[in-house]
């Protein structure tokens, strides 16, 4: 079975500095890894997603995220946070039973 | 193209009760999974449906049950409810079942069991 480990809870940015999600993952096989992210009281929306192409992986709103297969990682990065970008971010892995893991989530704040 | 929806978008109910979520996948898109999240658990898989047939299923108790209609619309329904059950029901939509494909969340219901 699959696990996904995101090692902040909260993740606090000011307004134009780069912003650091982590992400830890453990799978059987080679996974398929997502990040998506929430804003409050709305559903989730896909911001990028790997499956075993390209390692750096580019997605929306200029969020990109890196695969390392010896780290076991798939961290989040965007070079320049935005006000908007305020919100909480999940990362994802779907295993060789294609369910989906969540990770528990990171909460990012961002300040003026 | 249309979203995921998702009706109702909040519900109150009380112990005991029984409640049916409804939800419409992206046209074309013939799998539907669903989930619940609340704060302390976070987010769990409840199950998937493809062709009308369930296709995997997560660890929760009998009460909760869906099915899959043929034009590939969800329903997810919980028996007997506790006060446990309060949480937003996501429903996520994608084109098949299975593989690397990217899955699709609807805004969610929020139910509240009182």
């Known amino acids: 079975a699959q696990s996904v480990t995101q090692l902040d809870s909260h993740v606090s940015v000011s307004e134009g500095t780069p912003v650091l999600l982590r992400c830890n993952y453990s799978?059987?096989?080679?996974?398929?890894l997502f990040w998506y992210v929430q804003h409050p009281n709305k559903g989730l929306q896909l911001l990028l997603k790997?499956?075993?192409?390209?390692?750096l992986v580019k997605g929306i709103n200029g969020f990109e995220a890196e695969f390392k297969k010896s780290e076991t990682s798939f961290h989040l990065t965007k070079p320049s946070a935005h006000m908007s970008d305020a919100a909480e971010y999940f990362c994802v892995v779907k295993g060789d039973d294609y369910k989906l893991s969540f990770g528990a989530g990171t909460t990012v704040t961002v300040r003026a | 193209k249309a979203g995921v929806t998702q009706t109702p978008r909040y519900l109150i109910k009380t112990r005991g009760q029984q409640v049916t979520l409804s939800c419409s996948p992206i046209?074309?898109?013939?799998?539907v999974s669903w989930y619940q999240q609340t704060p302390g658990q976070g987010l769990q898989f409840l199950f998937e449906y493809f062709s009308e047939t369930q296709r995997n299923k997560g660890n929760f108790p009998g009460r909760f049950s869906g099915r899959q209609f043929s034009n590939s619309r969800s329903e997810m329904n919980v028996s007997t409810l506790e006060l446990g059950d309060s949480a937003l029901y996501l429903c996520?939509?994608?084109?098949?079942?299975?593989?690397?494909?990217?899955?699709?969340f609807g805004p969610g219901t929020r139910l509240t069991v009182l």
């Open positions: 799978s059987s096989y080679s996974p398929s």
């Open positions: 046209s074309g898109h013939r799998s």
């Open positions: 790997y499956t075993s192409a390209a390692t």
């Open positions: 996520a939509s994608s084109l098949v079942a299975g593989g690397p494909n990217e899955q699709f």
